[in-house]
């Protein structure tokens, strides 16, 4: 089972520069989300989505957009880097039904902006 | 605004010593609660979740955590630390369809 898939794994970008991250899970969840990881700070939501054609912003959204076209995929573009953005980035997803389902996370993708 | 505390973010023991790592979340009913473990230079992996109306709930490798309504606690524990539970490990609410962490507590094992 592939589960939840991040790609790339490592990037790295000149500040001023546009990326994607992609996510893609293939467990038909339709609860998917973005964090961030930075030390002392456990992980910010970036932005969710409860479901194809439904995103909404977390605690950190600012410098970043998301859209979800499908169920399967959730992509978070950068549009335009810039240092604050070096971090590690988790995507996650979820079953829709009981609020204890847990989420299934990706295994990150390690961000520098220089 | 719902959160959660994790009071200590470094916690050290002795192998084979009692493993105590603390969460209190702000009062809300009910609570949707969550431990994850991450290990170093990997992804999170889920511990366990709290199941409603469930005091004690037993989590993988051995870990479980007590429930206390009237301290608002989530706290984790395992009764013997194993050097393979050198890890960061983090407290998560889920509430208005949105998980927030703890600022997580990264525990090292003393040999």
């Known amino acids: 089972n592939a589960g939840v898939t991040q790609t790339p794994k490592f990037q790295v970008l000149k500040t001023g520069q546009s990326m994607t991250l992609q996510c893609a899970q293939d467990?038909?969840?339709?609860?998917m989300s973005w964090y961030r990881q930075d030390p002392g700070m456990g992980l910010r939501l970036i932005h969710y989505?409860?479901?194809?054609?439904?995103?909404d912003q977390g605690e950190v959204p600012n410098g970043y957009n998301v859209s979800r076209s499908t169920t399967e995929d959730f992509p978070l573009r950068l549009l335009s880097a810039a240092p604050s953005q070096t971090s590690v980035y988790f995507c996650?997803?979820?079953?829709?039904?009981?609020?204890?389902?847990?989420?299934?996370f990706g295994n990150g993708t390690r961000l520098t902006v220089t | 605004a719902q959160s959660v505390t994790q009071l200590g973010s470094h916690v050290s023991v002795s192998e084979g010593a009692l493993v105590l790592l603390r969460c209190n979340y702000s009062?809300?009913?009910?609570?949707?609660l969550f431990w994850y473990v991450q290990y170093p230079n990997q992804g999170l992996q889920l511990l366990l979740k709290?199941?409603?109306?469930?005091?004690l709930v037993k989590g993988i490798n051995g870990f479980e955590a007590e429930f206390k309504k009237s301290e608002t606690s989530f706290h984790l524990t395992k009764p013997s630390a194993h050097m393979s539970d050198a890890a960061e490990y983090f407290c998560?609410?889920?509430?208005?369809?949105?998980?927030?962490f703890g600022t997580g507590t990264r525990l090292t094992i003393i040999p």
């Open positions: 009062s809300s009913v009910p609570p949707y």
């Open positions: 709290y199941t409603t109306g469930a005091t």
């Open positions: 996650g997803s979820r079953a829709p039904r009981g609020d204890n389902s847990p989420l299934h």
């Open positions: 998560v609410r889920f509430g208005n369809e949105k998980l927030t």
């Open positions: 989505s409860v479901g194809a054609g439904i995103t």
């Open positions: 467990m038909n969840h339709e609860y």
